[in-house]
């Protein structure tokens, strides 16, 4: 996990160590967490953390700090360098503004034994509609064209790649536009003439760094696994929508709608999310009309299920699209 000091900007490093916490990756003897510090001249957003974990996770924490304070390029080729030396099958490459799904680890070494193969990439936070729709016909991974990568949040690579890799990033920088995560095609093409790379449906983590991005262009995965089947939800996960009329419970995003004769609806995060994402772009009583239109109008209370809602939920992301690009 590669990790640097953004202040006076948000930094993100302790709620995603949090996150892996959490998800038991600690209590796995073969999970070696190594965080690369690219900010030597500011470790405060790692001290009080730091601390705290290298007691909890014994001997699978470690920090190595760069000769000298690296941009996302660097510190990318540094990170790699480093864990191109270790006896492992595959290394995960993390960035430090991520959410990862409960059971974290296990469910990246199933995925990786059973559908890693001959694969050299795996992809866990896949920006993209395509693992939204395998998810919906039960499918377990897209083969997605490696041209349309981006992101480099949480990744997988093959171990005797990896040096591969780390030369590229460094054959590249300067000579090249963007950053890392858009030069993999290239590198997997001319080195091993692969066009394609593995992405795990549905992701297993999320990109949270809304102001880590470079040039401001936030994205995220469009099927992370939390928001698809999930109940286990962060205690600062945002209120979906705050607006007179619509009143909202983070507990359990219980919606009630009406006055007279009221209809609660509960949704999960799946929905919560597009509620989200919609609210600025579409009134209540218009997204509320969308989710409802398949239910009886005299049901008092409706369980919205995600296979059921999705197709609606993601009309309405094309709707907020649209005015978005309007606007």
Request: charged share 25%; hydrophobic share 40%; proline share 4%.
């Amino acid at each position: 996990m590669i990790t640097v000091d953004r202040s006076p900007k948000k930094n993100y490093l302790s709620e995603s160590l949090a996150s892996l916490e959490r998800s038991g990756w600690f209590s796995y003897a073969d999970c070696n967490l190594v965080v690369i510090n690219a900010s030597p001249d500011s470790d405060t957003h790692l001290s009080n953390v730091v601390s705290r974990l290298a007691v909890s996770s014994a001997n699978n924490f470690t920090v190595i700090a760069t000769p000298e304070r690296l941009g996302c390029t660097k510190a990318t080729q540094f990170a790699l360098q480093h864990a191109a030396w270790h006896e492992c099958d595959w290394v995960l490459f993390m960035e430090d503004d991520i959410e990862v799904c409960r059971d974290f680890p296990e469910r990246v070494m199933d995925f990786l034994q059973d559908h890693g193969g001959d694969q050299l990439l795996c992809d866990f936070v896949t920006c993209y509609d395509d693992v939204l729709d395998r998810y919906l016909k039960g499918e377990l991974f897209w083969d997605m064209p490696a041209v349309l990568y981006y992101g480099n949040q949480c990744f997988a690579l093959k171990r005797h790649v990896v040096k591969s890799y780390a030369d590229y990033i460094d054959r590249s920088d300067g000579k090249r536009p963007g950053f890392p995560d858009v030069w993999i095609a290239d590198w997997l093409m001319t080195q091993y003439t692969q066009t394609m790379l593995r992405a795990a449906v549905p992701s297993l983590a999320q990109h949270r760094g809304d102001q880590s991005t470079q040039n401001n262009s936030y994205f995220e995965a469009q099927a992370y696994i939390e928001d698809l089947e999930g109940d286990w939800c962060p205690d600062d996960y945002p209120v979906v929508i705050k607006q007179a009329g619509l009143l909202t419970s983070n507990d359990n995003f219980q919606i009630v709608v009406g006055v007279e004769n009221p209809i609660f609806i509960k949704i999960n995060r799946a929905a919560a999310r597009v509620f989200e994402l919609c609210s600025d772009a579409l009134s209540v009583g218009d997204v509320i009309d969308t989710l409802v239109s398949d239910w009886p109008a005299n049901e008092s209370e409706i369980e919205v299920q995600v296979p059921q809602v999705l197709d609606q939920l993601r009309s309405l992301r094309v709707i907020y699209r649209q005015h978005r690009s309007q606007s």
